[in-house]
């Protein structure tokens, strides 16, 4: 019992970065993790020591996901993308503004793809650990990332060229001042 406690303990964090890309709720994430971590002690008898922990608990989570989050989201409200760009932001303004639209963006990929970007990146795991969460083939795994990561680069291609595009006519448009200006020098010649 005392190596699954520390097993756990490690894995928490990467635990609760899965849930919270999950549930894309901090609240909800919390709750997620903790009823994972309520089932991982109750079934502690059924892990095989020596076996990878960090996939058991992740493929635990998973599992309380699918069952239980995800029958709850479809009776509660979703935000939309309006909504989402209202969440605050903290004090150091260039970064919170650049993370803040990253999870914007990151929000706008389907839930799969920022599930297995979370799994692979966020927490480090092996492809081989992930194929075991997931429960599919390594190659799946791979194919898998590879698809979230051209989407998501595409998303944040597609944002840049949004903010460009305004920021491009803006500066090719003369203030009215500058026109009046102008038309003045015009006249008086």
Not at 92 to 103: A, I, K, N, P, V
Not at 129 to 151: E, P
Request: hydrophobic share 40%; proline share 4%; charged share 30%.
């Amino acid at each position: 019992m005392i190596q699954i406690d520390d097993e756990l303990l490690g894995c928490l964090p990467d635990l609760r970065a899965y849930a919270r890309s999950l549930t894309r709720n901090r609240h909800d994430a919390d709750d997620l993790v903790q009823d994972a971590v309520l089932r991982i002690l109750h079934a502690a008898d059924r892990y095989q020591p020596g076996t990878n922990f960090k996939a058991w608990a992740f493929t635990i989570l998973r599992n309380r996901f699918l069952n239980e989050f995800v029958a709850k989201r479809k009776a509660t409200r979703e935000f939309d993308e309006g909504e989402m760009e209202r969440v605050p932001v903290g004090a150091r303004q260039e970064d919170g503004l650049e993370l803040s639209d990253f999870q914007r963006i990151f929000h706008r990929l389907p839930e799969d793809q920022r599930s297995i970007l979370t799994l692979v990146a966020g927490s480090n795991m092996p492809y081989e650990d992930v194929a075991r969460v997931l429960n599919c083939a390594v190659g799946t795994v791979k194919s898998r990332v590879h698809r979230a990561r051209s989407a998501l680069l595409a998303l944040l291609e597609e944002e840049k060229l949004q903010r460009s595009v305004p920021q491009r006519r803006m500066a090719l448009r003369p203030s009215a001042r500058a026109l009046a200006a102008e038309e003045q020098r015009r006249l008086s010649f």
